[in-house]
């Protein structure tokens, strides 16, 4: 089959492309493109398709994994990989401690519940608090990564169940 006759089969199946690109995309803009996606693949790898197959079913693979593809682009194209060596950027505090705060707190009542918790949980939340890496605890503490994560942890947990009457 010659390019000029496969090209003309393609184009008989253009209305069930249409439907087909506008139930993915909900967007003439973002359809059209589809089509057109689809349309240069198919002319492109003509010499893959088998006379006699199914040309719809073939066409909607190409049309439907194309939409899968770029659907995965846009959503990389969004997502922020953290590449550095103990995910400084992730890790980093990127807003003020202070802006974050309720002002309308009573210092001296959570200062009170936080000084109930043993001491070294504390300490260890507040090197985390204080930006320091589970690593970089662990090693100015003398003590194993998972009792620094575990430490953390359980001061959370302590400081949530001191101030529950407060947070609500």
Same mark, same amino acid.
């Given at each position: 089959?010659?390019?000029? =006759?496969?090209?003309?089969?393609?184009? $008989?199946?253009? $209305?069930?492309?249409?439907?087909?690109?506008?139930? !993915?995309?909900?967007?003439?803009?973002?359809?059209?493109? !589809?089509?057109? &996606?689809?349309?240069?693949?198919?002319?492109?790898?003509?010499?893959? %398709?088998?006379? @006699?197959?199914?040309?719809? @079913?073939? #066409?909607?693979?190409?049309?439907?994994? +194309?939409?899968?593809?770029?659907?995965?682009?846009?959503?990389?194209?969004?997502?922020?990989?953290? =590449? +550095? =060596?103990?995910? %400084?950027?992730?890790?980093?505090?990127?807003?003020?401690?202070?802006?974050?705060?309720?002002?309308?707190?009573?210092?001296?009542?959570?200062?009170?519940?936080?000084?109930?918790?043993?001491?070294? %949980?504390?300490?260890?939340?507040?090197?985390?608090?204080? @930006?320091?890496?589970?690593?970089?605890?662990? =090693?100015? #503490? @003398?003590?194993? #990564?998972?009792?620094?994560?575990?430490?953390?942890?359980?001061?959370?947990?302590?400081?949530? &169940?001191?101030?529950? &009457?407060?947070?609500?």
């Amino acid at each position: 089959m010659s390019t000029t =006759e496969f090209s003309e089969l393609i184009v $008989s199946h253009k $209305s069930f492309l249409n439907q087909l690109a506008m139930k !993915l995309t909900k967007s003439v803009d973002d359809s059209d493109d !589809l089509i057109q &996606d689809t349309l240069f693949k198919a002319l492109k790898n003509k010499d893959k %398709y088998q006379d @006699g197959t199914n040309l719809k @079913g073939w #066409l909607y693979t190409i049309m439907k994994n +194309t939409f899968i593809n770029n659907y995965r682009k846009k959503k990389m194209q969004n997502t922020f990989v953290d =590449e +550095t =060596e103990n995910k %400084y950027f992730i890790n980093s505090k990127e807003s003020d401690k202070d802006s974050n705060t309720d002002y309308r707190v009573d210092h001296q009542y959570l200062m009170k519940q936080i000084d109930s918790i043993d001491k070294y %949980y504390v300490d260890t939340f507040m090197m985390h608090y204080n @930006g320091y890496k589970y690593e970089e605890i662990a =090693e100015i #503490l @003398g003590i194993p #990564l998972g009792t620094v994560k575990s430490r953390i942890f359980l001061a959370r947990k302590k400081m949530m &169940d001191k101030l529950m &009457d407060y947070r609500f």
